[in-house]
T-cell receptor, first 113, second 110 residues
Framework: EAQVTQNPRYLITVTGKKLTVTCSQNMNHEYMSWYRQDPGLGLRQIYYSMNVEVTDKGDVPEGYKVSRKEKRNFPLILESPSPNQTSLYFC????????????FGPGTRLTVL | SQKIEQNSEALNIQEGKTATLTCNYT??????LQWYRQDPGRGPVFLLLIRENEKEKRKERLKVTFDTTLKQSLFHITASQPADSATYLCALNYGQNFVFGPGTRLSVLP
């Protein structure tokens, strides 16, 4: 089944404790992206990747890191999480970028205390 | 400043009627505009994509229009059903970025 998977689905952590949210797709898509969704602010793009070893900032990259060492994986790294990073996070992929539909993962609900 | 607006935060309509949702943008020149459906607690699901040189796109009961002069897209659901109740998001490209609107929560009342 074609899908985007994220892990973990739920995470409660404390300020400053490094964490990684994994994202994987099995559709051989070139483009992958991370979003956060907050009430009243909608979906905002954090980082995106056009292909392996190519990443670019979205609208809200501060406090986040990503890497794209393999085509299928695009982990999101929070080196020193803070409470303002409490949010619902979505990973997405598309075949070749903005001219194609995006497939979204199920979401990761992160709480930073 | 750059902005995407969707007509209203919430829209209630009667079953069987046509729902019309609006997406307006300022200071963007998108080549592509997409519409997604999102159910509570789940990731958005793609519905339709329309290109800047296309006026209209249809898929079953869905229709999207794109007016680059007015900087507006309209999304129509005809013969609406309670199962169409969800939040609908428009998204446009800004270079290789995707930018999403805030969404409209549609409720179709039986």
């Amino acid at each position: 089944e074609a899908q985007v998977t994220q892990n973990p689905r739920y995470l409660i952590t404390v300020t400053g404790k490094k964490l990684t949210v994994t994202c994987s797709q099995n559709m051989n898509h070139e483009y992958m992206s991370w979003y956060r969704q907050d009430p009243g602010l909608g979906l905002r793009q954090i980082y995106y990747s056009m292909n392996v070893e190519v990443t670019d900032k979205g609208d809200v990259p501060e406090g986040y890191k990503v890497s794209r060492k393999e085509k299928r994986n695009f982990p999101l790294i929070l080196e020193s999480p803070s409470p303002n990073q409490t949010s619902l996070y979505f990973c997405a992929s598309s075949l070749a970028g903005v001219l194609n539909e995006q497939f979204f993962g199920p979401g990761t609900r992160l709480t930073v205390l | 400043s750059q902005k995407i607006e969707q007509n209203s935060e919430a829209l209630n309509i009667q079953e069987g009627k046509t729902a019309t949702l609006t997406c307006n943008y300022t200071n963007y020149s998108p080549a592509y505009l997409q519409w997604y459906r999102q159910d509570p607690g789940r990731g958005p699901v793609f519905l339709l994509l329309i290109r800047e040189n296309e006026k209209e796109k249809r898929k079953e009961r869905l229709k999207v229009t794109f007016d680059t002069t007015l900087k507006q897209s309209l999304f129509h659901i005809t013969a609406s059903q309670p199962a169409d109740s969800a939040t609908y998001l428009c998204a446009l490209n800004y270079g290789q970025n995707f930018v999403f609107g805030p969404g409209t929560r549609l409720s179709v009342l039986p």
